[in-house]
């Protein structure tokens, strides 16, 4: 009996943590993706819904930001800013992916919402370059 009621403290203790260091984790990379100006969704805002549902509904992933850039500049601070905080990226076009891989595929992915780009073109050298998004 003691054994059990240990197991289930652990249990418990480590659950907590692992729901306060997903919380950190999110503050940490809010922050950082908001100081370079790239407008960003979090669960609870009104965007939230619209971004993170899947197109197959059996596969629902929960990303812990999904980040709407209008340049390629935001695409790499927003990319930046994960990387800094260990923070797996996808890349969500279309959405129209089976797998639900434009969410990551799994829990906590930072998703790089693409649907604000315009006029992407690759340029002679391989390099992207795109204009800002237009209405």
């Known amino acids: ?3 059990l009621f240990l197991r289930l403290v652990v249990g418990l203790t480590a659950q907590a943590w692992l729901v306060n260091c997903d919380t950190t ?3 940490t990379l809010v922050s950082c993706i908001s100081g370079s100006n790239v407008r960003i969704a979090t669960k609870g805002t009104a965007e939230w819904t619209a971004y993170t549902t899947p197109f197959n509904t059996r596969l629902q992933y929960e990303p ?3 980040a709407v850039p209008t340049n390629i500049a935001q695409i790499a601070a927003a990319v930046t800013c994960a990387k ?3 923070i797996p990226v996808a ?3 279309g959405g129209h992916s089976f797998t639900s891989l434009g969410l990551g595929g799994e829990n906590g ?3 790089i919402q693409l649907d604000g780009l315009y006029n992407v073109e690759l340029a002679d050298d391989a390099l992207q370059k795109s ?3 237009q209405p």
């Open 1 to 3: 009996m003691a054994r």
């Open 25 to 27: 984790s999110r503050d």
């Open 64 to 66: 812990i930001a999904v």
């Open 84 to 86: 800094k905080n260990n």
């Open 91 to 93: 890349a969500k076009s």
């Open 109 to 111: 992915h930072l998703v």
């Open 131 to 133: 204009s800002p998004a």
